[in-house]
């Protein structure tokens, strides 16, 4: 059964979509957040389908717009890095005392490493990411500094016109772009704000995904098509090279989406049983 | 105000949201939004969203839903077809005629891309609808569209069933074959209302509609507004607003003599 539902609490206004399980006691609360500046359906509905898999295996999931995305309140100009916290903090806490204090996350792009980053404030079990931001502060910096005023046109910044085949998309834009979890048709037509390339540009995005206090999950494409292949940046000195991000670390293609569907509910699944 | 809204329809949920102005007059317009094949109730850069709070302050109600098998509705988008989208549109169009009691409902349907070809269907089965709008129309086959994406035929790995690969997703056999029909424009220009075309200049995917357009002998309810150098998705902040500007003055001018605002001003009312 679904149920939409407005989370309000202070500034936060966080618009979900609740998927309760068919069961008295669910094993848990999976909270999806959709790849930056993406409705909570996300590209392809790929967190749709999550939800739907997800709750058919027991879990209570959440699909959710923070405050300037999807249907959330406020306008995209206004998100920073301040804001996707305060309303992911709302969020969790919301469902911790509500639902279960068994809450697992899953983001993709900048989501995901947001999740990781508010893991320890926000007490949760496990953290899942289908290629997590992990771009160095000095990429970010690069794209705030041709943003001219606070609020600007993300067109201008992230610019191009070939949505097909991407090919005046400079590679810097589009690793950015893919690392991020944004599509260029998506997040062009919108007014950004500069606050948050310059929370990026300050951002240790390595640091936050080598030292998060719960279990973690990282998916990039696997070598083999239509695979998921899971990735560690525990032991890594150094960012990983920007080419990581040339393409979508999300395929369009759907074998490779049921892929990454699978191997995120078989980890949550498992990781559930374990700490039962 | 944004009030989020649901409704059980055929053994699914549709999922959806209507915006209600703060004020508004009886009788006054809601605009009911069909987008296009794989998109959501939010739409690309959020343009539905802006649109319907842009036309909230001018009095205008608007609805948005996701389609069965699309954003976050129940299903999955092969389950889905064209014939699907019309039974859900048109259990919506019941459901917001249920919210406006004791007044004339006037329904106004806003069709983007081949959300057109619903659009369609809906303004010729009920007669609630009053005026169309529609956004960058694909209304020809897109036959020339899924083969230029060279891919095959394949099996759903869950229900067996063939389908053809989508981007992410799995599009069903049905809603392959209804894509493949054209719908004529006299069929579209048929339509006994008030019509209004927006297209962006620049939009690869309408330039032969648009052409064909400028050798049509136009009704007197057509009306074709272009955005200079638009492209199908109206993805700069200037074409987005330019076309939610188009819309909501459209609309407004349609309406606005048709509806008794007693003795509200202008000023008042927007």
């Known amino acids: 059964m679904l149920c939409q539902n407005w989370i309000v609490k202070g500034s936060s206004r966080v618009l979900t979509v609740n998927h309760w399980p068919d069961v008295p006691i669910p094993m848990g609360v999976v909270i999806l957040l959709p790849g930056f500046s993406h409705a909570m359906c996300d590209m392809d509905y790929f967190m749709s389908r999550l939800a739907r898999q997800l709750c058919s295996r027991g879990f209570f999931v959440v699909q959710a717009d923070l405050r300037g995305l999807g249907d959330g309140a406020g306008e995209f100009s206004e998100v920073t890095l301040q804001t996707l916290e305060q309303d992911i903090s709302v969020l969790t806490e919301h469902y911790r005392n509500g639902i279960s204090d068994q809450v697992f996350c899953v983001g993709r792009g ?50 191009g016109k070939d949505y097909v085949k991407l090919s005046d998309f400079s590679e810097d834009t589009l690793c950015m772009l893919n ?30 995904l080598q030292n998060t206090h719960c279990k973690t999950l990282w998916l990039f494409p696997g070598e083999e098509k239509a695979t998921a292949h899971p990735v560690s940046f525990r032991h890594e000195k150094n960012y990983p090279q920007k080419q990581l991000f040339q393409r979508n670390p999300l395929p369009r293609e759907p ?22 | 105000m944004q009030v989020p809204i649901q409704l059980y329809h055929k053994g699914r949920q549709l999922l959806g949201m209507i915006h209600v ?30 649109f319907a709070r842009h036309a909230n302050e001018a009095g205008i109600t608007v609805v948005r839903f996701d389609y069965s098998g699309c954003g976050v509705s129940t299903e999955e988008f092969w389950e889905t077809s ?52 529609m956004w960058n129309p694909i209304i020809r086959s897109m036959t020339g569209t899924f083969k230029a994406a060279g891919k095959k035929m394949a099996i759903e790995p869950i229900t067996k069933k063939l389908v053809f690969p ?23 220009m048929e339509l006994n209302m008030p019509k209004l075309f927006v297209f962006g200049s620049g939009d690869v995917h309408t330039l032969p509609l648009q052409q064909q357009l400028d050798q049509f002998s136009l009704p007197g309810n057509a009306t074709i507004e272009k955005i200079n150098g638009a492209n199908h998705l109206f993805s700069t902040v200037e074409w987005s607003a330019r076309v939610i500007q188009l819309t909501t003055d459209w609309v407004n001018a349609l309406f606005d003599k048709k509806i008794n605002y007693g003795n509200t001003s202008a000023k008042q009312r927007s």
């Not at chain 1, 508010?118 to 931001?133: H, L």
């Not at chain 1, 500069?194 to 995005?205: G, V």
């Not at chain 2, 069909?34 to 343009?47: A, F, I, K, Q, T």
């Not at chain 2, 997703?169 to 579209?188: F, H, P, Q, R, S």
């Open chain 2, 82 to 133: 064209l014939s699907e989208k019309t039974s859900d549109t048109l259990a919506v169009v019941d459901f917001i005629k249920g919210c406006f009691p004791s007044e004339d409902f006037n329904l106004v349907m806003l069709g983007y891309s081949d959300g057109t070809r619903i659009m369609n269907k809906v303004a010729r089965l009920r007669s609630e609808v009053k005026a169309v709008c």
């Open chain 1, 255 to 276: 074998k490779t989406q049921l892929a990454f569907h699978a191997a995120l509910t078989d980890w949550i699944l498992d990781s559930a049983y374990k700490l039962n």
């Open chain 2, 166 to 188: 989508l981007f992410g997703l799995y599009m069903g056999i049905d809603y392959l074959k209804e894509a493949n029909e054209d719908l004529l424009l006299e069929e579209v």
């Open chain 2, 21 to 50: 102005p703060h004020r508004r007059a009886k009788g006054s317009p809601v605009v009911l939004m069909n987008y296009g094949m794989n998109g959501d109730r939010v739409d690309n850069h959020r343009l539905s969203v802006l």
């Open chain 1, 179 to 208: 690392a991020m979890g944004a599509v260029p048709y998506n997040i062009q037509g919108m007014e950004m704000n500069r606050q948050l390339l310059l929370d990026l540009a300050a951002f240790e995005a390595l640091s936050v």
């Open chain 1, 110 to 159: 900048l989501m995901a490493t947001l999740l990781a980053a508010f893991a320890k404030g926000a007490n949760i079990s496990g953290i899942a990411g289908v290629g997590p931001y992990c771009m160095a502060p000095e990429v970010a910096k690069s794209f705030a500094e041709l943003a001219t005023s606070e609020v600007f046109d993300a067109g201008a910044v992230f610019s």
